[in-house]
DNA sequence: ATGAAAGCGCTAACAT
DNA sequence: ATGTTAGCGCTTTCAT
C-alpha cells in the first residue's frame, strides 16, 4: 500500500519526527541521520501527503496566481506568466491555483475571504492591474499571506520582477526617431495599469529628447485590446495631419493599428510605422511582422513565483527583481518616406 | 476563531456526523434537520477545511487538466479550454490545477505515477492529443482515476465533449465551392490529433461529392503552428498550378499561410480565400479577418469537466457531449477570380 | 540531536 | 434518522 512517514522511519531506524525535520529540511539532525533517512526516502519512493501535510502543519503548499479577468479574457501574457509560476512552484514541490479575481464590486473583500477560506493558498502571485489595487493588498496582510508582484506599480516594500518600461519604451521611440519619423503618435493603455503611465511616460521622454513639442492629438486613450486598437488608429488616421508613425502600448493594440491601416489603405511600413510592446507570439504572425519590445513573461511569472516562495520557506533574501527587455526589429518600421 | 464542524454541530445541536453528512449531501437526513443544519452554517460562515476533508475521506477534490506541453506552448486554444474547467470545478467546489505533460520519454508512467503521487488529483481531464495516449489511459484506469476528454480521436467508451469536425470540415469547403473554387488545397495536423484526419475527411467528402478527383499535391502536411503553415503554402504556391484556395486545419496554420501569400504578393481574397479551423481571437485580428470554424473551446471545457464531476460525486449519468460549431464567414475568403 | 505523546478537522465504520 | 468511536498521516509541543 501507501508508504507513510512511518514506515520511513521504521526503515531507517528513527523516529517519525525525525524523518518530518529530513522532510521539512529543519535543523537539529546530523549529518549521518540525515543521509540515512534520505536514503529510505528514495528507496521506498516515500512522497508525503499533502493533506496529512496540510492539516498538521496548518499550511496547503499552494500558491494561488491571481488575475483580473475582466479585460483579460485568455490573454496569451497571462498564459506565459502561468507557465513560469507554474515550473518554479513545481520545482519546490508547491502546487499552483489559477484565481481570477474580479476587482470591480463591493463584495471584493468578501469574495477574496472566500478565495482564502476555501483553499487557504500559502502566497499569491499577483499580476497586473491587481498588483496595484489597495483593498486586496490590505487584505492580503492583514490576513498575513506573503504576495510578489509581476510589474507592480510600487516597488517600494514589494517583492516580484518588474521590467524598466519607461526605459523601454523611450528605446521603441528612439528607433522610430532614428527613421526619420517626428509625428510619432502613442495609444496608451487602461490608466490602473503602471504599464500605461510608464509606457507614455517614455514615449514623452524620448519626444522631448528629441525636441518635438508633444502634440495632444497625436496621444489617444486605448484600453490594452485589439479593438481599441482599431479605434485609436481610426482617430488618429482622420487627423488633418495624420502621424507617419504608431506606438502602441501593447501588441494586440498594435495588431488593431495595423487593421486600421489596412482598412484605411494605408501600406504598413511604407505609408506608416507601427511598433508595439510584449512580444506576445500573435507579433510574429502579423503581416508584416511587429517591431516590438520584448519582454520576457514566462521568466518574470517564474521568478516572481520563485521571490514568493523564498518567503515562504522563511529565507529572508526575496527581492524586487528586475528583467531585461529587448527590442525586436521586424517590420513594421522603416524610414519616413 | 476558525469554525469548525464541530462547532456547526453544536449550534444546530446535531452530532458532527450530521452535519458532515449534510455538508456531503448524503442520505439519512431528515429535511428539518438538513434546514437547520444548512441554516448553521450559512449563520456562521463555515468552510469545510480541504486538508481535512482530504485526509479523512481519501480524496482530493482536485481536478487536474493535463495538457501537452510539447507543441502547444502558450496557446489560447488551451488557455479557454482551462478558463471552462476552472468555472465548472469552481460550481462543484473543487480545485483545479493544471499540469503539463510531455508523451514522448520513456519515463513517461513513472512521471504520472509522480504526478498523482504529489497531487492525489480525484479525476482529470484530457486534452487533445493526450486524450488518445494509450499508454495514459491504461495507467488512469489500473489507477481507478476518472478522466473526461475533449475531442478524443475515439467516442466510445469515454466520456467528456466532442464535436462533429468532420462535418464542420466539409462545411467550410462546401463555403468555398460555393464560391466557385475547384483547386481547394488543404493543411493538415499532426497525425495524432483526432482532428487532423476528421478535419481532412471532412475535406476529402466535400470534394469527392461535388465531384472533383483528389489532387495529392494539394494536399500537405502541417503541424498546427504558425510556421508550418507559411511552409506549407510556400509549397503551394511553388505549384505550376497553384490552388486558388486554401483550408488549412487551424487558424494558427491558416495565419501562416496568409503570411506566405502576403510574402508571395498574392492578395486574400481576391487572388486567393483562406479559410482556418478553431476561432482564436487570432483569427479576429488578422488581416482580413479569417473565415473560419467556430469551436465554442470554453464551452468544451466546461462541459468536458461536468462531465467528470458527475462521476466524481457517484452520479451515473456522465456521457460523450456533442457540441455544436458554426461557420464564421469573414473577409479572408470571396468567390474565386 | 532525538523521541513520545497529543492533536490538526474531518469522515469511515459501526452502532443505535 | 442519528450518534459514537476511532482513526487518516502528518506536525506540534514538550521531553530527554
Given at each position: 500500500m501507501r508508504v507513510r512517514l512511518e514506515d520511513v522511519a521504521r526503515a531507517a531506524s528513527v523516529s517519525p519526527k525525525t524523518v518530518s525535520r529530513v522532510l521539512n529540511d529543519e535543523?537539529?539532525?546530523?549529518d549521518a541521520t540525515r543521509q540515512r533517512v534520505r536514503a529510505a526516502m528514495e528507496a521506498m519512493d516515500y512522497r508525503p501527503l499533502p493533506s496529512a501535510r496540510s492539516l498538521a502543519g496548518n499550511r496547503s503548499f499552494l500558491v494561488a496566481m491571481l488575475y483580473d479577468n475582466n479585460d483579460n479574457p485568455a490573454s496569451t501574457y497571462l498564459a506565459e506568466i502561468q507557465d513560469g509560476v507554474l515550473e518554479a512552484c513545481d520545482s519546490h514541490r508547491y502546487s499552483m491555483m489559477m484565481r481570477p479575481l474580479r476587482m470591480r464590486g463591493d463584495d471584493f473583500v468578501r469574495r477574496l475571504d472566500a478565495l482564502i477560506a476555501d483553499h487557504h493558498p500559502d502566497g499569491v502571485v499577483l499580476t497586473p492591474?491587481?498588483?496595484?489595487?489597495a483593498p486586496l493588498l490590505k487584505r492580503l496582510r492583514e490576513r498575513g499571506i506573503p504576495y510578489a508582484s509581476v510589474s507592480p506599480m510600487s516597488r517600494a516594500d514589494n517583492i516580484g520582477v518588474h521590467m524598466d518600461e519607461q526605459l523601454a519604451s523611450r528605446t521603441m521611440v528612439e528607433h522610430l526617431l532614428a527613421l526619420g519619423h517626428r509625428r510619432i503618435a502613442h495609444v496608451s493603455g487602461i490608466s490602473d495599469h503602471g504599464a500605461s503611465g510608464w509606457r507614455l511616460a517614455g514615449y514623452r521622454e524620448a519626444m522631448a529628447a528629441a525636441g518635438l513639442a508633444e502634440d495632444p492629438a497625436l496621444v489617444v486613450q486605448g484600453a490594452f485590446t485589439f479593438a481599441s486598437g482599431v479605434a485609436a488608429a481610426r482617430q488618429l488616421f482622420a487627423?488633418?495631419?495624420?502621424?507617419t508613425a504608431v506606438f502602441a502600448a501593447n501588441d494586440d493594440m498594435a495588431s488593431g493599428v495595423m487593421w486600421a491601416a489596412h482598412e484605411a489603405g494605408l501600406r504598413v511600413p511604407q505609408d506608416l510605422s507601427v511598433g508595439g510592446f510584449d512580444d506576445i507570439p500573435l507579433a510574429s504572425q502579423l503581416w508584416p511582422a511587429l517591431t516590438t519590445i520584448r519582454q520576457p513573461s514566462r521568466e518574470m511569472g517564474r521568478m516572481a513565483a520563485l521571490q514568493l516562495l523564498e518567503v515562504l520557506r522563511g529565507r529572508g533574501d526575496a527581492q524586487m527583481m528586475q528583467m531585461p527587455f529587448s527590442l525586436e526589429v521586424r517590420d513594421s518600421t522603416a524610414p519616413v518616406a
Open positions: 535543523a537539529n539532525v546530523s492591474p491587481i498588483t496595484d489595487y487627423l488633418k495631419q495624420r502621424p
